[in-house]
């Protein structure tokens, strides 16, 4: 036997080197597989004004931030539900493509049938289109078989770590919502598609509400495939200070994404007899009854208690620190009392309170240790908001408001522009008086010194530094006036405190009946006027323009016949010359 070792060395080396290549494709595949990839869209405003530019960055910035908090973790404990939606996920999308191939397949067998072709090609491309239809249907079958096999036993999938990247490994680069999908479709399937077709576990959306200076930012998490939500995070701060309130959100989005081990939570209620009753939520998951333990993952919670009769006790934690928790439940007894609301100015709306409303001024609430807070949605369309504090409505059945129907958010812009304008006429006054008064001060010193001075120019500067300081210390006093002004407009946006009133009850809910009534008339008689004022509009649009079309149709009329009279004379005399040539 005779053996070639130079070219088995060969053939062993390259089988090796294969081996490697193979061996570390997979390595890279598994690594990038194992990659649990979050991203973010441009956040949006849910009031419809109008904003300046740097309110408008701010639905791309607060994102942005939020990312770049979030860029340092670096894995998630990939729950095995999470990991159970991604296979039955790919099982969807496979399906979907043979669906679209066996329609393809369909369409093209029915195509033979307007060919201009023979009987024996018709019947041979017929039986191969056949024979790829039932491959595609068996096809079908087999994916369907292997999910609900799939579904009857999903204890096959377990937890498991993942290494967490930011998509794109750029806090800067946003996610592009496609421009047939609008921003309330992070549950669709449209949605969930273009989300996993770049590879991207996780989206981060998220509201923006403005007053004054101070915004909430609300964000909500959702994990695909099956648009799964962690949960609306809500952050209140100061829009020049939005680096903090991006803090606090990734602060409290973290647990959420690393998802590490959970901890045991004991449950006690001083009365033991009301766990039967009692209703625990704990962001979307409700017990009834109440457990003795729990175990919740890490991160910030929800957490509710209710009981009928008793008050509603709701909370936030973060959880994570310990591993055990003890919450003990105290509740209060609910009190009921019917408030009745006066109007100091009459004003058409409706009340809101405590997730309630009503079409009268009669509040019925549930006082225990707490204060009312609601607002009123007036039929300008503005939100004025009030507190009614438990002592006053424990003390009396009328309460008093002084509500004024006005766009507290319009109004504090408009003071705070002229008190910008106020404050730029300061300035700009300044710089006259410093002129004035300096040349004014140096020739006063000279001549106290015993120097020979202009007296004319003495008084011309004495005079300007007067009108100087008197210019100046006006635009001040308007400045101050502005700024008092800014600052009354801007603590409008606090709630309204309710005052004791001496009305009597059934008297006031009258009197706030009636006034509706009266502002219920008053809107239906003004569309009436604007609907007579537009006929009247239109009427007199249509007699103006019978108007022109009658003149444009006397002026074609003239210009007609004294065309025709030119034709005439022309004719007459030609006639004439005619008659003058034959004469001659």
Sequence with gaps: MICNFKTASRFSQRTIFLLIIILFVNFQSSAEEK????????????????????????????????????????????????????????????????????????????????????????????????????DIQKKIDSNLAAQEKLLNDPSKFKDRLEEFEIYKNDTETLFTIPADITNSDFNSYQFSSEITKVNINAVITGSVITYGNYCAVSVEMFVYPGA??????????????????????????????????????????????????????????????????????????????????????????????????????????????????????????????????????????????????????????????FRIPEKIIKDTNVVSLNLKDIDIGANIEKRRKVMYISYSALICSLPFLFYSYSNYSNLYRSYSLGQPIDRNEFSTYQTMSYIGIGLSVSMGCWFLYELVRYLIAANKALPVEAKK?????????????????????????????????????????????????????TLEKDETEQTQSSDNNSKIKTENTDTLTGDR
Aim: proline share 2%.
């Design 35 to 134: 990659k649990w990839t979050v991203s973010a869209v441009e956040f949006t405003y849910s009031q419809d004004i109008k904003r300046n530019d740097y309110e408008k960055s701010l639905l791309k910035a607060i994102p942005q931030l939020i990312l770049d908090q979030l860029n340092g973790l670096k894995s998630r404990n990939v729950p095995s539900s999470e990991v159970f939606d991604r296979e039955i996920d790919k099982y969807i999308k496979e399906r979907l493509a043979l669906f679209l191939e066996l329609s393809s397949e369909t369409k093209k067998r029915d195509s033979y049938v307007l060919q201009n072709i023979s009987e024996y090609q018709f019947n041979k491309y017929v039986k191969e289109s056949e024979k790829k239809i039932k």
């Design 228 to 385: 799964q939500s962690t949960g609306v995070i809500t952050e209140v701060g100061s829009i020049s200070k939005i680096e903090n309130v991006a803090k606090n959100i990734s602060y409290r989005l973290i647990p959420k994404i690393e998802n590490a081990i959970p901890c045991d939570v004991q449950i006690k209620l001083t009365n033991e007899d009301l766990r039967k009753k009692t209703k625990l939520t704990v962001d979307n998951t409700i017990y009834s009854p109440v457990p003795e333990k729990i175990v919740i993952g890490n991160g910030v919670h929800n957490i509710t208690f209710e009981c009928e009769g008793f008050r509603k006790e709701s909370f936030s934690y973060g959880f994570g620190y310990e591993k055990k928790y003890v919450i003990e439940i105290d509740f209060v007894e609910d009190n009921s009392f019917n408030t009745a609301v006066v109007l100091k100015n009459p004003i058409g709306g409706t009340f809101y309170y405590n997730g309630n409303t009503t079409s009268s001024n009669e509040l019925s609430v549930k006082v225990n240790n707490m204060s009312v807070l609601g607002y009123y949605f007036t039929d300008n369309e503005n939100s004025l908001f």
């Design 501 to 553: 009133s001496s009305s009597n009850y059934e008297t006031s809910v009258q009197e706030y009946l009636e006034m509706q009534d009266r502002f219920r008339i008053m809107k239906e008689e003004e569309l009436e006027r604007q609907k007579l004022e537009e006929e009247k509009k239109a009427a007199l649009e249509a007699e103006q323009k019978a108007a022109e079309e009658a003149e444009n149709n």
